[in-house]
């Protein structure tokens, strides 16, 4: 056992036997050095730490709850990792759909350009029905309807990558049909 987990031992003993101090003082230490272990966790997933908070606090809020079943003679930190190993998982599975971008990355692509004229609604719709049956759904669906990528992807029984490949891909093509007229 390490020094550490012998002291997060003794600690958690003391805190069961009532001391809230201790217990203060465990939880404060067990978090310090969960948030490195679930970052890591989050990397190797190809993941932002955005919810490193939330899986630290999953921990500790399981620690809570079962910190009763926790034996005081076998050592806590195999007991801990154990527990944040089932919540970093559990967490990368709720959002295995999802991507992370920064809204920064694309500063440029999003960057509207004031001066340029509007087009019509007409000539938008006279373009978009030259759009390809699938890009087309999709840009009525999510640009023109304001659906969600989720909903949009129910709706047409597409994945949700394939709804946002589809989405840059019409809009890209209407931003360029729109640019020659």
Known sequence: M??????????????????????????????????????????RAGRSDAELEDVVQEVLLAVHLKRHTWDSTRPIEPWIHAIARYKLVDSLRRRSGYFDLPIDDFSEILAVEEESPAASGSEIERHLAQLPAGQRAVVQAVAVEGMSIGDAALRLNMTSGAVRVALHRGLASLAKKLERS
């Open 2 to 43: 390490s020094q550490r987990g012998a002291g997060w031992a003794d600690l958690m003993r003391a805190a069961n036997g009532g001391d809230a101090t201790a217990y203060r003082r465990v939880l404060h230490e067990v978090a310090a050095a969960l948030r490195p272990l679930v970052s890591r966790g989050f990397r």
